[in-house]
């Protein structure tokens, strides 16, 4: 299809149903849904459906079994939802140097299962995916070569281009932000209010949270609820000016209020997932994980050549661990040796966040501070730390772990978890 961002940029890039995000699919949990995928493009395309436990076979992986949908073919895919919760669904494919492929085009739609434990009364919801577009390869200091972009759109649109999201004084708006973009963090904020943090990645948090703006990593999806008690017409943007300058930002409007939408520029970037989990960690469960430790690295491949990646030394698809043991828990230890951040997702399972951005070196035990009751299927690694995670091995099969930045993930850092 072609897209208007905005009246200086058009584009053609692939999309579903002739929309970008794609249409808002909304299903009840546990109960069956097909879905038909028409493939009109000229390559194998395959449709991932992200935050659900689906099997192998429909989860929408080729590195896992699912099988491509050849170019103008029809792949029918049967499921059922589960766990309830905002989950989205994109492209699973790789783009290599051509950044109009896979994620940098607009295969992306919202995925919401019902019913989903609603942590508020809310009047109205919208639905917004962050989204970087026109990529190109530029070089940061170290000569490391990574993408840029020409224009940045909330909902496929640059600022000024699209819809204002229309509010009442006395609202209570609940948003469902999504970040779709192929591989760049973001912070949001929308001036004049602060955003109610209900759920990471779809599952409720433990401790909700008033903060400032939200961050979020590729693929990581925010639920936060907004109290619409300061009437004006307001910038909801990019809290960094030159990512929203490039056009990630969207009018909220009140009713009866016109003018030039305002933004208050925030001071400094706030943002911690620690802040979410139980206030007081229940006790620890009597069965201690397996550990995995996993460490990432970078090799340079010369100047002007993005990074290859590898997991422990070893790249897609010779980076490998034990068979998992169906029924045990486990704790992976991500261990960033990376000068980079990367945000991380396993396929077909959630895990629970246990500890966050400890420093490299000896890897601890488990230690009695260790954060509760965060459960994501994303997560960002901070550069030079180690993050761990817990998840029990509950859905056999094979199930993916990448990183999601495109550019890495297509260079090497996947992996595959087998069930013994
Ligand atoms: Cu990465």
């Known amino acids: ?56 076979d429909v989860d929408g992986a080729m590195e896992e079994g699912t099988l491509p949908i050849a170019p103008k073919s029809r792949a029918r895919y049967t499921l059922t939802p589960r766990p309830s ?3 989205w669904y994109h492209t699973h494919t790789m783009a290599m140097n051509d950044f109009t492929r896979a994620q940098y085009g607009g295969q992306h739609g919202f995925l919401m299962i019902d019913p989903r434990q609603n942590p508020a009364p809310y009047d109205q919801e919208f639905f917004l ?13 170290d000569g490391a070569m990574n993408p840029g972009y020409a224009v940045t759109t909330i909902n496929g649109k640059a600022m000024g281009s699209g819809e204002a999201l229309r509010v009442k004084q006395g609202q209570r708006i ?13 912070w949001i904020a929308l001036s004049g209010h602060s955003f109610r943090v209900m759920a990471l990645d ?11 703006m939200l961050r979020l990593a590729p693929a990581e999806r925010v639920c936060a609820l907004v109290e619409m008690d300061n009437p004006g017409v307001w910038v909801l943007g990019e809290v960094r000016k030159h990512v ?3 056009g990630m930002a969207i009018a909220v409007e009140y009713e009866k209020k016109k003018g030039n939408p305002e933004w208050q520029q925030p001071t400094a970037l706030t943002w911690n997932y620690e802040q979410f989990a139980h206030a007081h960690s229940p006790d620890s469960s009597a ?23 590898t997991i422990n030394g070893a790249s897609y698809p010779n980076a490998r661990v034990a068979p998992l043991i169906h029924g045990r828990r486990y704790r992976l230890q991500f261990i960033n040796n990376s000068v980079d951040d990367h945000p991380l997702h396993l396929h077909r399972h959630s895990f629970e966040l246990r500890r966050l951005g400890a420093s490299l070196g000896a890897a601890q035990g488990i230690a009695p501070d260790d954060i509760r009751g965060i459960i994501k299927d994303v997560v960002l690694v901070d550069s030079q730390t180690r993050t761990e995670v817990e998840f029990t091995a509950n859905n056999p099969g094979a199930s993916l772990f990448h990183c999601h930045q495109q550019n890495h993930m297509d260079l090497g850092f996947m992996m595959l978890f087998d069930y013994a």
């Open 1 to 56: 299809m072609t897209i208007d961002l905005s009246p200086r940029h058009k584009l053609t890039t692939t999309a579903y149903n002739g929309q970008v995000p794609g249409p808002l699919l909304r299903f009840k949990e546990n109960q069956p849904v097909t879905i038909d995928v028409f493939n009109r493009t000229d390559r194998p395309e395959v449709v991932h459906w992200h935050g659900l436990f689906s099997p192998p």
């Open 85 to 87: 919760g905002f989950r």
């Open 129 to 141: 995916a962050l989204h970087d577009w026109q990529g190109y390869l530029l070089a940061s200091d």
């Open 174 to 186: 609940l948003l469902h932000v999504l970040n779709s973009s192929p591989t760049e963090v973001h």
């Open 202 to 212: 779809g599952n409720p948090v433990p401790t909700q949270r008033t903060v400032p």
């Open 244 to 246: 929203q300058a490039l």
């Open 287 to 309: 069965e201690s994980p397996i550990l995995i430790p996993l460490v990432f690295e970078s090799t340079f491949q010369g100047h002007g050549a993005m990074e290859k990646w």
